[in-house]
């Protein structure tokens, strides 16, 4: 069942995509080579903690940090640990927080130092895929009509996207209907309404679009080991353009025509 936001809730979610977002802006203030993912996971659980908040991520069916920290090929939910990143990683960061019993989710890729000019066309092509994405974001649109728009636009440009995770509804609990895969034909699923929240998150591989889960069941990497990004924003349907409540006064981009 889709649950939708009143106003209240909406500005409470508000609130907690500052919090989700500051904690992100912490981190890659801090990023740099010789850097740990276990300081950064320190340094956002602190900084989700000192805003009355608490860390969404944090034992969430075991998840034993406030961060996902995945390097490289790995896609998402790595553990943070203590081997230091090195000049040329790129450090994808998913963030959650609670704010009076509302969450908020949001990730980013960031580089480590100087990197590759593929692997920041990757980042760039992740994070650009998202904002395609929201461009069908709003009401008279149907769910798979953002999931085609990112698909559409990460393969014209020689990537793949990841099947085998998806975004998802968000509000009291981290994961609510529906799912929003970054796949698919357009004009299938739920018909958007004003109210519905959701987290979009682009997963994008170099190569190819299979994955490996380690026996931690949870760190996911890519089958060929290239590079991966993501790119994740909280994000709420109005009336008109829809709020990303994950980047603070921002909204989406202009509307398609659609049938």
């Known amino acids: 069942m889709i649950i939708l936001k009143s106003n209240k809730e909406l500005e409470i979610m508000r609130e907690a995509g500052k919090i989700t977002l500051g904690a992100l802006n912490v981190v890659e203030q801090l990023i740099q080579p010789g ?20 860390p969404v991520f944090k034992g969430y069916n075991g ?5 996902c920290a995945s390097i490289n090929a790995q896609v998402v939910h790595g553990f943070p640990n203590d081997s230091e990143m090195q000049e040329g990683d790129i450090a994808s960061i998913d963030v959650g927080a609670v704010y009076k019993g509302y969450c908020g989710d949001a990730a980013r890729t960031f580089p480590v130092g100087n990197i590759s000019s593929e692997a920041a066309a990757l980042i760039e092509t992740t994070k650009n895929s998202f904002f395609e994405g929201l461009k069908y974001a709003r009401p008279g649109y149907r769910l798979s009509d953002i999931s085609h728009a990112i698909q559409s636009y990460v393969e014209a440009r020689g990537f793949s996207v990841v099947k085998a995770f998806v975004g998802h509804g968000i509000g009291r609990n981290m994961h609510e209907d529906p799912q929003v895969p970054n796949f698919g034909l357009p004009g299938k699923g739920p018909r958007l309404h004003p109210g519905m929240t959701l987290a979009i998150e682009p997963m994008v591989n170099q190569g190819t679009d299979q994955v490996d889960i380690m026996e931690d069941r949870w760190t996911v ?15 709420a349907i109005t009336e008109g353009d829809p709020i990303i409540l994950t980047m603070e006064g ?4 202009a509307p398609h025509e659609y049938g």
């Not at 998840?63 to 961060?67: K, N, Q, V």
């Not at 990497?221 to 994000?235: G, K, M, P, Q």
């Open 250 to 253: 921002q909204k989406g981009g």
């Open 35 to 54: 850097m740990t993912t276990s300081e950064l996971n320190r340094a956002a659980e602190k900084y989700i903690l000192s805003h009355d908040a608490t």
């Open 221 to 235: 990497y890519t089958r060929d080991r290239l590079l991966s990004a993501h790119y994740e924003n909280t994000i």
């Open 63 to 67: 998840f034993p940090a406030s961060i």
